[in-house]
């Protein structure tokens, strides 16, 4: 069973960071592309970064020179560590991965940012 479990979610104060966490399992993790998605209530989700096996990083330009995705092939879990949050980076986010026909989801972790 492909599992995907995000946590790092938190409150935090405007120019603050963290780091979000999504621990995968049911897959042989080093093969695949990892995403982050965030989405916010009544918005279209978002594609915030990917990784590929190889470690190819793609940014939206929104984020891009804020976050940092990084993947993790022995703890088969990827991160997305972010710096000079924004109220605008408020949204749930959520890693996503392509397997076996299908696209995966975790269940996400809130991001709220304060201003």
């Known amino acids: 069973q492909v599992r995907l479990v995000e946590s790092g979610g938190d409150l935090v104060q405007s120019g603050g960071s963290l780091r979000l966490s999504c621990a995968a399992s049911?897959?042989?993790?080093?093969?695949?592309?990892m995403k982050w998605y965030r989405q916010v209530l009544g918005q279209e989700r978002e594609l915030v970064a990917t990784?590929?096996?190889?470690?190819?990083?793609i940014y939206a330009d929104s984020v891009k020179d804020r976050f940092t995705i990084s993947r993790d092939n022995v703890r088969n879990t990827v991160y997305l560590q972010m710096s000079s949050l924004k109220p605008e980076d408020t949204a749930v986010y959520s890693c996503?991965?392509?397997?076996?026909?299908?696209?995966?989801w975790g269940q996400g972790t809130q991001v709220t940012v304060s201003s």
């Open positions: 996503s991965t392509f397997a076996y026909g299908r696209n995966f």
């Open positions: 049911g897959i042989n993790f080093r093969l695949y592309t």
């Open positions: 990784i590929t096996h190889n470690s190819s990083r």
